[in-house]
């Protein structure tokens, strides 16, 4: 079984709740570069899929900002006490950075690298979160309206917060995080608008770059992709546009490097097994032509094995997007392995004939639009990758990757166990 890459070019409205003590404070304008992108007050309680509590910063903006001397604070949904986690550094446009803040204990894994650390314990379920530009402790909160303050460059209250901006962000769990739509992209000034949760993903800043649409940060959600459309920038679970399907091509651009990485692009074309001759059909592939900076690159999906039992093992689950942010282009190094990456033994997958992977290859991506394809590069002579080769780089395709918790389908002969 396998995954190849044949060729490929590639640059890299308000709350009312009826108390004048919960009052939505209105919003002073979105920020223009540094934004609260992922929030999470889990962090080592029951259940909780991450040790430690954080909040990830994003840069939306077109140039790089210093942050050196603010800082990220934090007070109870209702509180007026406040307590920092001090920053310092620049965030490159499309950047995150991450502040690792406390634990309630050892369930979870733990976060990536962070930028920065603090000793805050926040609440998994409600609480306020300020990016201040100075390390003065604010002094707001309950009936004293945080906002405006020229200070605060971005703010937001979750779950039973008295304070946000616009309508408070959904309730937060401990096994939810709060993810800004369209990767951080969006900024509406309204927390409510702006949020919804899904399983914590943290992202720092070794995560790929991630620049907004229109280079300010603004979304197309909703505009499908087309061959001049922009990417659809939608998130979080609610559908990634109208996939837009064009004729297939038997013109690929030039070869990416032979290194593993990560390829992220555009589905535009699906050609099944028996298919084209000129679009590199053959009797023993599903090839995905996908969109990469303007160059339609072709991956062959093998559907049988050549030796032995022709059957395949194919398994789909649900989980964050490996390496970072969905970002159109070629990410050497970025490794897959299902094992330690996923946590997935041989157990799990379920025998399937070569007809049935075709068939299942073709619907799963039916509706598919952004993809992030595990796989190594090869020159225009083509070449495949075993998916399951059990030395950290096996290959998979991510489905509507900008969604908290994207659809992976994975593949591995039946002869492998792990």
Known sequence: MGIGVASSTLACGAD?????????????????????????????????????????????????????GWSVQY??????????????????????????????????????AADATGTMNMSGTSGTVALVTNQTLLSCGGSTACLPNGSVRDFVGYGAAV??????????????????????????DSNGADFSTGTPAPRNSATAHAACA???????????????APADASTGGAGDGTPVRLACTGSFGSAMTAT????????????????????????????????????????????????????????????????????????????????????????????????QVASLVTSTL?????VSIFTTGFDSTGGHLIHRQGSNHDGAIVINPLSANPEYLLFHFTTQTF
């Open 366 to 370: 039916a509706n598919a639009n952004h």
């Open 16 to 68: 009312d709740r009826g108390d004048d003590q919960q009052q939505q404070q209105q919003a002073v304008g979105g920020s223009a570069d540094i934004v609260i992108s992922q929030l999470y007050g889990g962090g080592g309680n029951a259940g909780a899929p991450a040790t430690n509590d954080y909040v990830e910063l994003f840069n939306r903006g077109t140039g790089s900002v210093s942050i050196t």
């Open 214 to 228: 229109g280079g300010g940060g603004g979304t197309d959600a909703g505009v499908a992709d087309g061959p001049t």
């Open 260 to 355: 593993f990485g990560r390829l992220d692009g555009i589905l535009v074309s699906i050609v099944p097994i028996n298919g084209s001759s000129t679009c590199r059909g053959d009797d023993n592939h599903v090839h995905l032509q996908v969109r990469v900076n303007g160059n339609i690159e072709d991956i062959a999906v093998n559907t049988a094995s050549t030796t032995g039992n022709p059957d395949v093992d194919v398994l789909t689950i649900t989980a964050p997007l490996r390496g970072g942010a969905w970002s159109e282009g070629w990410h050497p190094g970025q490794t897959l392995d299902y094992a330690t990456s996923l946590g997935l033994s041989s157990g799990d997958f379920t025998e399937r004939t070569p007809t």
């Open 75 to 112: 007070a109870a949904a209702s509180g007026t006490s406040w307590a920092k986690a001090n920053l310092s550094g620049t965030i490159p446009a499309g950047g995150y950075y991450l502040v690792q803040l406390a634990s309630s204990g050892s369930v979870g894994t733990a976060l990536p």
């Open 163 to 188: 304070q946000s901006e616009g309508a408070a962000a959904p309730t937060q769990s401990n096994t939810t995080a709060g993810f800004r739509a369209g990767h951080g992209c969006t900024d509406t």
